[in-house]
Structures are given as C-alpha cells and as structure tokens.
C-alpha cells in the first residue's frame, strides 16, 4: 500500500483520492513516504475546522491565511513553490461546487512538473464527472498481518508480557484482521484487562469483540451455524462439488497450481435448502461464514453513502478471507438494476456495478456463495459464464429425496424411525420443498402436544394434506424457473435423481 502510494506520488501524479476512515493511519503513511528519499517534502493537511496546517504541527497553530474555505485553501496550494504534498481530509461535501472543481482542475494544471500532489482523503468516495479523468482512487487497505504486530507487539510491552510463542502470537493476530488499527488496539486491551495477559486464551475474547464490531457496522454479520452438510437431504451433485473443494483454500492446493474458487449461485425453487446448503458449506470448509445484506449497503441519506458502505464491507471481507461471503437472495439485491429507469439516481446500478467489478478484480480467497429464485430479476451479467465458477439448480425432491429429508427432520427432533412408514410420507407430500416437509412435521408435533401425546404417522399425513405446497400454488413460476434452469444450470441433484424426474 506505502509502496503504492510511493509510486503515484514519485511519478508526480497530481490528484489522489484515497478512501479510508482511518484518518491518522494513513496520514502517518504518507509522513513517511514524504520523509523518503530523493524528494522530501512537506506534508500540509486541510480541514475546514482548522484551515490548512503543516502536519505534525498542533492544532492550535492558527491556520495559514483564512484558508478555512476550500476555494482559499486550494488558491494557497497552487501558490506554494516547493514541493509538497496537500492532504484535504473530508472535502466531499464541498466537491459538487462548481467553484471547488474548478479549483481543483487549476490545481492539477499548474502542478506540471512542481512536485505538488493533491491527497483527497475521506470516508466516502465522491468525485464530480469533470475529475474523474484526473484522479487515482486509491482504497486505504486495513491493516495487515505486519501492522497488526507492531500493534500488539506494543500492547504486549506496555502490559510487560513476557514472550509468547510464534504460534500464539499468529492466533492473536489472525483474530484481529479485519479491524482498523483503533479497533486492534482496543481489542487487545480489553482482552488484557479482562484477564490480565494475552495469552492463547484470550482468542476467543478477541473474536467476540471482533464479531461485535462486525455487527456494529451493521453489513456484514458473522453467521455461526451448527448444521453440516448432512443435515440437507438430497442434492448429491451440489455437495459432491464442494466437498471437493473442502481444501481449496489451502497452501497445498495452491502448490497444486489449482486457482482459487470465486464464487458460485445457487437458483431454485423456494424452500429446498438453497439457504441452508450455503451456511453448512462454512462448516464444511472450516472458513468463517459472513453474510453481506445488500439491503443494509441502500442508505439514501448521502450521497456515495451506499458505495461506501459496499466498499468496506468488501474490504473487511478480504481481510479476514479465506471467507465465505454468503449473499442470501441476490435476485432482491439487485432487482431493477437491468434495464428499468433509475428510481434512486443510479445508486442500485452504480453498486451492481461495483460489486460486479469486485468479484472480476477480487485475487484475495473470498468466495462468494449467492442464492436466488427469481431468475428473471436477476441482472444477466451475473449469470455469463466465468463471473461464478458454477451456477447449480436446486429443484423440488423427488420421492427418495422427500425420504431422506423426512429422516433427517425426524432424527432432529430424536424420533425413532421405525415408528414411521417414510415411504408413505414422501409419497404422499407430493411437490413438497425441504421447507414445507419440515413445516408439516412441526404442524403435527403441535398438534399431538397439544393433545398431550405423541405425535404419529396420520398426524403428520394430516398436516400434510392440509398443506397446499407453493407448487401447486405457483405453479407457473416454478415451472417457469424450471425451464429456464434445466437449459442454463447445473441440476443440483444426482444424476439418478434428475434422471428420474425427467421421467414423471
Ligand atoms: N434439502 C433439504 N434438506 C433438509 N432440510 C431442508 C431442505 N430444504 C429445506 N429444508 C428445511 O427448510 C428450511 C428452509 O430452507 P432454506 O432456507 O434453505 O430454503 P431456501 O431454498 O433458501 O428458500 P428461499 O428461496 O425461500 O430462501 C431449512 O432450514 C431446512 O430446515
Ligand atoms: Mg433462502
């Protein structure tokens, strides 16, 4: 990132916008890189409360000529001879002016060949049409394992630790990565006063303080989840594949010269274990398990509010990667970016976009798990091959299916099997989903307890008739989805399995 940076600087390009909420982090990297040599400079930095101040100088210093305004403080820049580097933190409200623009492009012009760079550093990014051929978007990444162990190597000296071990040492700091500097530095204390040592221990505090400050920032959530793959019944195809990638995430596979996997969709009908199969796959391949609610990312309040949101949340993605990024029902995500007239000034096809670009560009092991039923709300883009590695299609059980969905629901819940005749059960929950299988089983128990006994066979048939399946009910769309699946996705199921249902 310094290296970077470095370059654009020493190559004299004259406009930077580097996106961060890390003001002080990134300010101290730029301190540095304007330390190095052949060409040092000085580092001045703009806010509007302050004016323009030479950095490191204290606040209090009265600022440099009414520079308060942002049309002043960019005059005072271009008048400056010597080389140097001009850091305006927070300028984005003031960007839209057609002043402040203005004043930026002069800027640029007359840096040719002065050493002069802009450094546009804010949160959000916002950059008015007449920049955007200038400017070096820069996204500032959260710290990595190296600045995360000055981090902790502090705390450990300020609390006199002894030594601890290289593998300790690795946990602690694999437990903070996806967090700001700030939040590293709170994490460990509070782990320190909570016990009174950093210790292998203490991991465990330091990743519940971390799935807080996940939660807080209220995007991305850390999904635990207890099931494993063999609590989905059926799909045979699907959880062949991924668990022949249960190690793709490891040295080893890379020696192997395999790539990494990007990501995959899964279509289907709802309620068949398209949701469950994606959060299982965690537990599978031992990766922690986000969920990205797109959702959340809309936030009208500003603008470039929902850009900015995106953007970190895929960037703490890559930060704790390898990770599963679970987006649950993309269709609604993303429905109306394709085609329809804009009803939100662009923002949901700007974020397409940029999610777009995110999972083309992304080379850390995030992969990304999507769901979806709505095919025909889903933006084509996403479903050209190469974007996901695979696209599966997850259809109703067949009977076998509806079977061994029935025993696992029934295992759940401790029952004996043999009490039951399975196979009438699946006969008779025709065009049921995994859901509605296991929502009958729940009608019946309740209706037993409520009688006070234990729930039986015709119970659970009752609860079955009195069931009208989403099937029946749609059955256009389900067909629908269907046809369009068969031509376009992979079947989810095993090959016996469609084999089968192509006969009914
Ligand atoms: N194949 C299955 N095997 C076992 N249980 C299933 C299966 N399919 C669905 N279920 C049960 O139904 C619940 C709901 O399924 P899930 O949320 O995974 O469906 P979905 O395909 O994501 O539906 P939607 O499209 O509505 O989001 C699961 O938590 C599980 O208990
Ligand atoms: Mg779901």
């Known amino acids: 990132m310094q290296e970077e940076l470095n370059i654009l600087i020493q190559a004299q390009y004259p406009l930077i916008y580097l996106v961060t909420s890390e003001e002080e982090r990134a300010e101290r990297t730029i301190a540095t890189i304007a330390q190095m040599k052949p060409q040092q400079r000085r580092v001045f930095i703009w806010t509007v409360t302050h004016g323009i101040i030479e950095y490191g100088q204290p606040r209090h210093t009265t600022h440099q000529h009414n520079t308060l305004s942002p049309e002043a403080a960019i005059e005072w820049v271009i008048r400056q001879r010597d080389p140097g580097i001009f850091i305006f933190k927070d300028l984005h409200p003031f960007i839209d002016s057609p002043a402040t623009t203005r004043w930026i492009r002069d800027a640029i012009a ?95 505090i330091i990743l519940s303080e971390k799935k807080q400050l996940i939660r807080r920032n209220g995007i991305l959530e850390y999904i635990e989840e207890d099931e494993t793959l063999d609590s989905v019944g059926g799909l045979e195809e699907l959880k062949r594949w991924l668990r022949q990638r249960s190690n793709a995430f490891t040295e080893r596979a890379r020696e192997y010269g395999l790539p990494q996997p990007k990501g995959m969709l899964i279509l289907g009908v709802p309620g068949c274990g398209k949701s469950l199969i994606a959060k299982t796959t965690a537990r599978l391949w031992g990766l922690p398990l986000l969920r990205l609610d797109m959702g959340r990312v809309y936030d009208g309040s500003m603008v470039g509010r929902s850009e900015a949101n995106l953007r970190n949340a895929l960037k703490t993605a890559e930060s704790i990667s390898p990770t599963i990024l679970f987006i649950d029902e993309l269709d609604k995500a993303f429905a109306g970016t394709s085609g329809s007239a804009d009803s939100d000034g662009g923002t949901s096809s700007r974020i397409f976009g940029s999610f777009l670009t995110w999972m083309q560009e992304k080379t850390s092991p995030v992969f990304v798990m999507a769901t979806a039923n709505r095919v025909e ?20 059980p067949i ?42 089983l729940i009608a019946a128990m309740y209706d037993a307890f409520a009688q006070e006994r234990e729930f039986t066979q015709l119970d659970i048939i009752a609860a079955i008739k009195a069931t009208l399946p989403l099937s029946k009910t749609m059955t256009e769309q389900v067909t629908a989805l269907r046809d369009w699946a068969r031509q376009r996705a992979r079947p989810a199921a095993s090959s016996v399995a469609e084999y089968q249902r192509l006969e009914f």
């Open 110 to 204: 007359s840096f040719k060949g002065s050493q002069k760079t802009l450094i546009l550093m804010s949160p959000v990014q916002q950059i008015p049409i007449e920049l955007e051929k200038e400017v070096v978007v820069i996204d500032y990444p959260l710290p990595d394992l190296a600045e995360l162990n000055q981090v902790l190597s502090n705390q450990l000296e300020q609390s006199r630790t002894r030594r601890i071990t290289t593998d300790t040492r690795e946990k602690l700091l694999k437990a903070t990565l996806g967090l700001t500097r700030d939040e590293a530095e709170k994490v460990y204390r509070k782990a320190h006063v909570k016990t009174g040592r950093l210790t292998e221990a203490e991991v465990d």
């Open 399 to 440: 009977p076998e299916e509806r079977q061994e969905i029935f025993k696992i629901h029934l295992s759940k819940r401790h029952r004996d099997l043999e009490r039951f005749d399975i196979e009438q059960l699946a006969k008779v929950a025709d065009g049921f989903s995994g859901a509605e299988i296991e929502q009958a």
């Open 377 to 396: 709300r889903l933006p084509g883009e996403f479903l050209r091959k190469g974007r996901f590695d695979e696209i599966f299609f997850v259809d109703l």
